[in-house]
Nanobody, 130 residues
Framework: QVQLVEVGGGSVQSGGSLTISCAAS????????MAWFRQAPGKEREFVAA????????YYSDSVKGRFTISREYAKNMMTLQMDSLKPEDTAVYFC???????????????????????WGQGTQVTVSS
């Protein structure tokens, strides 16, 4: 059974950068697609970014496109999210998710559907102060 653990959350000032990671255990991340979601206080969980099992395909929400970069570190069995030019509205708990059922699925608008992901991490807090 795959388990996901997010690490690297914290606090940063507006305009700053932060990198969060998702470590997988139980199975190599090279065999499934993954994504990041986030949930701000009082709001529903929303899609942030997705990446294919190969790492060659990525997809971002409009709110983070051009500021965030999703990538994979196969040697460490991890996925990372590099967040630049952070804004107070990026404050949220960030969750990583994996789709272990459809490993060949490409990324696109369909990646935003939360029910596609069968494994979730516990979340890590990211706080951006103005």
């Amino acid at each position: 059974q795959v388990q996901l653990v997010e690490v690297g959350g914290g606090s940063v000032q507006s305009g700053g950068s932060l990198t969060i990671s998702c470590a997988a255990s139980g199975r190599t991340t090279a065999s499934f697609g993954m994504a990041w979601f986030r949930q701000a206080p009082g709001k529903e969980r929303e899609f942030v970014a997705a990446i294919t099992w190969s790492g060659r395909g990525t997809y971002y929400s409009d709110s983070v496109k051009g500021r965030f970069t999703i990538s994979r570190e196969y040697a460490k069995n991890m996925m990372t999210l590099q967040m630049d030019s952070l804004k107070p509205e990026d404050t949220a708990v960030y969750f990583c998710a994996a789709d272990t059922i459809r490993p060949e699925r490409t990324v696109g608008r369909g990646s935003m559907v939360q029910s596609l992901y069968d494994i979730w991490g516990q979340g890590t807090q990211v706080t951006v102060s103005s």
